[in-house]
């Protein structure tokens, strides 16, 4: 199946139960959380974006783009792109005791 259908066929992951409001609160739920990941995901130079309120579209400075079902797919894809297991909390806890 191509990422397309794939992404018309998704109903509601349990990530996503946390953001109770509907219509404009959840996209601006989503805006959020795409706005955090974003934060974690710069000093690796990748970005993410909302796609339909649906998925989300993973893009690293090269072009390469990936298309993820759900926030917790976001990791996988960006292992998977940087060529190396991430800890996105490691750069957190470094240097820190």
């Not at 990530?15 to 934060?39: F, K």
């Not at 995901?41 to 974006?49: C, E």
Request: charge should be negative; charged fraction near 10%.
């Amino acid at each position: 199946m191509c990422g397309m259908c794939g992404v018309y066929q998704g109903g509601a992951h349990w990530a996503s139960m946390s953001m109770p409001e509907t219509g404009h609160g959840l996209q601006r739920q989503r805006y959020i959380l795409v706005d955090m990941a974003n934060a974690v995901l710069a000093p690796f130079h990748l970005s993410v974006s909302d796609f339909q309120g649906q998925s989300f579209v993973l893009s690293s400075p090269t072009g390469t783009m990936e298309l993820v079902d759900n926030i917790t797919g976001l990791w996988s894809a960006v292992e998977r792109l940087l060529g190396y297991p991430l800890d996105p909390l490691a750069m957190f806890s470094e240097g820190r005791q």
